[in-house]
Each structure stands twice: as structure tokens, then as C-alpha cells.
């Protein structure tokens, strides 16, 4: 917020001219409102600027583009719109070329010293018979001056290049050498291109080319050189597509020239270079126009998609880092939580990861106080009766302080090994793979030993399980040892409040979808008050046995257990019979295990 205010600060303060006028008058208020659009307009391309540095936001860029360029580049390639005209425009050749063969036919010229009288077909004449057959045997050659004014009316309004062979192969007529004479001015054939044309043939020539052969000049006496025209010489029509040294596309067609049923020669017609490439052209700069406008739209949509992620990962990641350098007591992560995306799932997944970290980071620091503390007080008790004992006056007094020294030394001792293994419990569970645990087994097992050793107590345990039959499975998933340690803690609390002669129970149970661990003593109970901090470190709470013989950190090394296989544990007092005045009494004290059943 102080970003946006202090602009608008020192804009009001700068309002005030230097003549007094006051700062609030209307001339002021277009010079206020146009600040606005600028400073949005400046953000808005600071923003962008930033985010075009991200590699992200290149990457997402570069991928969308490519793929429209290939898209663009495969259009050009292989467009239908070219095949279909060139077809088109060798049809329309061809039906050309016939009309313009015919006209040429009918003007031939009759040569009568060409024409030929077979003596022996005259023999074979009957009475009253003429001598058919004439226009078989007469031989009416192509006159090129009758037929050059009828091939130049025809293809002057085209664009197209007219070439008359003779039989021999020989090109009688080329409507070039009509142009010329017109005064029409003709396409060079041998002109230097420029630059720009020079870098535009090889990409022509890759898109118009494919499997098309060259076009060459053959020259007038090599007319047979074409295939078209050997074939019209040959009676048949046929039509061919080629590309020429510049890349463009020539279509040339070629017809036989009758008369008579005779063929005297051959027309070939062909388009000019870029007739069908101007139209190809067209067609092109008109997919590259799209193609341009939908590149900066889809530029446009990559920037925005990618500040919706690049920009919320570059904040997480900057949080991390923060974290990691912990610059503050506790850094926040950006909560993306709302997005229902990987974005979102990331940020929760970082809020989840930094809150355990530091939490466990808490524990930590309060677990090293406690130890700290813990390990104070024995130390200080050992070190003045280490002081004390010079002093001692008789053996009395020197007996009473070896044995506060050993009680001490037991006592540390104690703390130590506690501590130890608290302080690897988390990383042995990190460590090790959760199996199925069987609980009938782990338990019978259990209350086996602790009926043979007693612990140091004359306390019994039995043990029940119930359910609808001795088949039914109580199995869990987790580290049978750990759950172990769990019930055997349990089952030695119990029996340490417990009388000599009476018994500990232990009852086993599925609860819907948990499995229910509950040991019962006959004990005391537990005061309402410590009902919570029993599970806590270094609480004990033990008045019927001296000070210092137990390290307090049994039922919470327990807790810490349940709470990792994802189970929950507490205590509460069993209600007794009410007494003479019917107040409420405690018949013991009970522990329940709740673990997800398997």
C-alpha cells in the first residue's frame, strides 16, 4: 500500500504552482486523471519486461509459437489450393490448346504440287467412281505466315506462351518472337536477380518443387525434348507441370494439329513463371497475415498464462529461499491454496512443509531446553555432594553422600539413554518402511513377558480381545517394534500404580475403521489437572515412589510413537462406585490406543 500512496502524495504536493494557486482547483484534475493510465501503462510493461526474463515464460512461448509455425509452415506446404489450380489451369490449357489446334488446322494451306495420285488405287476405280480419299492423301502443311495472324489473335488476351512444332520437331512459331514483333515487351529470360529474389528462390523453390521436374529452354530444333510434345506428335494430348530455375511453377500442355485425320504438327502451351505463383503468392501472404495475427495472440496468451505461473512459482521459490536463509523468525509462504491447480497444491504442499519444519524446529529448541534443564538439576545435586564430600566429618555423613553421588550418576544415566532415545526416534521412523503389523501376536507376545518378568511388580496382566471370532484380524500398519515399546511403556505404568496382587488389563478391539488398544490398572487414577501433561517431557507424577526414579519421558516417547503412525492416545479415570456421601470415585486408570486398522 505504501506504493500506491506515495505517488499520489507527492503528486498533490507538487500541485501547488508557483503563483499560490491552491492545490484542489479543477484545472488539476485532467493533469491527476491522466497520471493514472500512465502509471498503469508503466507497471503493465515493467511487469511484462520482468516476466519475459523468466526462462519459464520463454520456454512456454517458444513451444506455443513453434507449434504454430510448424502448423503455418505445413499450410504452406501442403496446400490443396495450389494442386487444385494448377489442375484447374492445365484443364483449361488443354481445352484451350484443342480450340487454338483447330483454328490452326483449318488454315493450312493446300499445296498442289504436294498433292500425290496413286497409279494403281486409279486402276481399281469402277465405272462412275471418283477418286475418294483425297484429303488422306493430300498433304496440307502448316504455313506459319497464314497461321501466325490466327495464333496471335488467340493468345494475345492470355498470358500464355504458344508454340507450333512441326512433325521433324522442328518449332515452327513461338508467340515470343510475335510479341516482339508487336512491340509487346517480353519477360527476360536472363536477367540478374536481386538480392531479395535471391533469398526468395530457395524457399519458393522448397515449396513449389517437391518432386517436380526442371524446366529448361531446349532450344527450336529440340522441340521433341518436351514430353508433352512427343506425345502430341504421337496423336496424344498430355499435360506437364514443372519448375522452372527461379522456382516458379509452369504448366505445359500439348495437342497434335490435324487435319483430315493427318497430324502436321504439334501445339504446345505453357504458362508464364509467376502466373500461377502470383496467385500461390496471394494465397500464402494471406495464411502468413493470419498466421501473424494469431502469433501475437498466442504471444499474448503464453505472457498471461505464464505470469499464472511463472510469477506464483517465482514467489514460492523466493519464500524457500527465505526459509533457508531465515532471515525473519518465520517466514510465510504465499498461499496459492485457493487455485485449484499444481500451483495451488504446490503452495499448500510448501504452507504444509514450512509449518512442520517449523514446528519440528520448536520442538527441537523446547526438547534441548527441557534436556537442559533436565540434566541441570542431577548435576548440580552430583557436583555439591562431590563438593560437600571432602568436607565430611565421619563416615556417616561420607556414606549418605556417595550414595546421593551414585543416585545422581543412576539418575543421569537414566536421562541419557531416555534422551538418546527420544532424540532418534523421529529419524529412525523417517528411515525404516511402515509394514502390516499383527497385533493378536505382537500383544500375546507382550503379555507373555510381562507376566514372566512382572517388571519389578507383582501385578498380572490379562488380556482379551474382543470381536465376533478368533479369526478376525487386528493388524496395523507401522514398525512393530515401535508399537511395541508403546504397549510395553503402558503396560509398566500400570503396573508401577498398581497393589501388589491385583491385575492389569488389556483389552483389544476394532472400532469401525481403527483398531482400540485399552489397559486398565486398579491404581490411584490421575489427577484432573495432569490428565493433558502426563504425555508431556520430563513430566512425572509419581508421589508414592522417591524422587528422581523415572525420567518422564516414557508416555510422551509413546505419544510421539501413536502420533506418527497417524493414531491418537489418551487417559481418563474409570468411575468407581460413588461413596457413603454418593460423590463420584476413581476405580483406576485407563490408556487408549487408537491406530487405523490395516
Not at 501376536?441 to 482379551?464: F, I, P, Q
Amino acid at each position: 500500500m505504501l506504493d500506491r500512496t506515495q505517488p499520489d502524495e507527492n503528486q498533490n504536493a507538487g500541485d501547488v504552482m508557483s503563483n499560490g494557486v491552491p492545490e484542489h482547483v479543477a484545472d488539476d484534475k485532467p493533469a491527476a486523471q491522466g497520471w493514472r493510465p500512465l502509471s498503469w501503462l508503466k507497471r503493465a510493461g515493467q511487469f511484462f519486461f520482468a516476466l519475459s526474463f523468466s526462462s519459464l515464460t520463454r520456454r512456454i512461448v517458444s513451444l506455443n509459437l513453434a507449434g504454430l509455425v510448424a502448423l503455418v509452415a505445413s499450410i504452406l506446404y501442403l496446400s490443396q489450393f495450389r494442386a487444385g489450380l494448377i489442375d484447374a489451369r492445365a484443364q483449361s490449357l488443354l481445352v484451350q490448346a484443342e480450340i487454338i489446334a483447330g483454328a490452326i488446322g483449318a488454315s493450312a494451306t493446300v499445296q498442289t504440287n504436294a498433292i500425290t495420285v496413286d497409279p494403281e488405287r486409279l486402276l481399281d476405280l469402277k465405272l462412275g467412281e471418283s477418286y475418294g480419299g483425297i484429303d488422306d492423301s493430300l498433304d496440307f502443311p502448316i504455313n506459319p505466315e497464314r497461321v501466325a495472324p490466327v495464333l496471335s489473335t488467340l493468345i494475345s488476351p492470355t498470358k500464355t506462351r504458344a508454340r507450333i512444332v512441326d512433325p521433324n520437331g522442328t518449332v515452327l512459331l513461338d508467340s515470343r518472337d510475335l510479341d516482339a514483333v508487336r512491340g509487346i515487351p517480353l519477360p527476360p529470360l536472363s536477367e540478374k536477380p536481386g538480392l531479395i529474389e535471391r533469398m526468395m528462390v530457395p524457399v519458393r523453390t522448397w515449396l513449389n518443387r517437391g518432386d517436380l521436374p526442371l524446366y529448361r529452354e531446349l532450344g527450336r530444333e529440340n522441340g521433341k525434348g518436351y514430353v508433352e510434345v512427343a506425345d502430341a506428335l504421337q496423336g496424344q494430348k498430355r499435360s506437364m507441370v514443372r519448375v522452372n530455375a527461379r522456382g516458379e511453377v509452369i504448366v505445359s500442355v500439348a495437342v497434335p494439329v490435324l487435319r483430315s485425320r493427318a497430324i502436321h504438327g504439334a501445339l504446345m502451351l505453357s504458362t508464364q513463371g509467376d502466373d500461377i505463383d502470383q496467385m500461390v503468392t496471394a494465397e500464402r501472404l494471406a495464411i502468413l497475415k493470419v498466421g501473424g495475427v494469431a502469433a501475437a495472440v498466442m504471444i499474448m496468451l503464453s505472457l498471461l498464462l505464464a505470469s499464472t505461473i511463472a510469477g506464483p512459482v517465482r514467489r514460492l521459490a523466493d519464500s524457500a529461499e527465505r526459509v533457508r536463509r531465515r532471515i525473519k523468525a518465520r517466514i510465510e509462504i504465499p498461499d496459492f491454496t485457493r487455485r485449484r491447480d499444481e500451483i495451488g497444491h504446490l503452495s499448500g504442499a510448501l504452507r504444509d512443509m514450512t509449518s512442520a519444519l517449523y514446528s519440528r524446529i520448536e520442538a527441537i529448541e523446547m526438547f534441548a531446553a527441557d534436556v537442559a534443564h533436565e540434566l541441570k538439576n542431577p548435576l548440580t545435586s552430583l557436583r555439591s555432594a562431590v563438593e560437600t564430600l571432602p568436607l565430611a566429618r565421619n563416615e556417616n555423613s561420607r556414606a549418605r553422600l556417595l550414595e546421593v553421588i551414585e543416585h545422581d550418576v543412576k539418575r543421569l544415566d537414566r536421562l541419557i539413554s531416555d534422551i538418546s532415545d527420544a532424540s532418534r526416534l523421529d529419524a529412525e521412523l523417517q528411515r525404516q518402511d511402515a509394514i502390516p503389523v499383527d497385533l493378536r501376536r505382537l500383544l500375546t507376545t507382550l503379555v507373555s513377558v510381562a507376566n514372566e518378568t512382572k517388571l519389578g511388580h507383582d501385578v498380572a496382566v490379562e488380556m482379551r480381545f474382543e470381536g465376533r471370532g478368533p479369526t478376525d484380524t487386528f493388524a496395523v500398519t507401522g514398525h512393530d517394534s515401535r508399537l511395541g515399546q508403546v504397549v510395553s511403556n503402558l503396560l509398566s505404568n500400570a503396573q508401577s500404580f498398581s497393589e501388589a496382587g491385583s491385575k492389569v488389563r488389556l483389552t483389544c478391539r476394532r472400532v469401525r475403521g481403527e483398531i482400540e488398544i485399552v489397559v486398565d490398572d486398579d491404581g490411584p487414577g490421575i489427577r484432573d489437572d495432569a490428565l493433558e501433561r502426563i504425555f508431556e517431557r520430563f513430566y512425572t507424577d509419581r508421589p508414592h515412589q522417591g524422587f528422581g526414579q523415572n525420567s518422564g519421558l516414557g508416555l510422551s516417547i509413546s505419544k510421539q510413537i501413536v502420533d506418527a503412525h497417524g493414531g491418537r492416545i489418551w487417559a481418563e479415570n474409570r468411575a468407581g462406585p460413588p461413596d457413603e456421601d454418593g460423590a463420584p470415585t476413581v476405580a483406576g486408570a485407563r490408556f487408549v490406543v487408537r491406530l487405523p486398522a490395516l
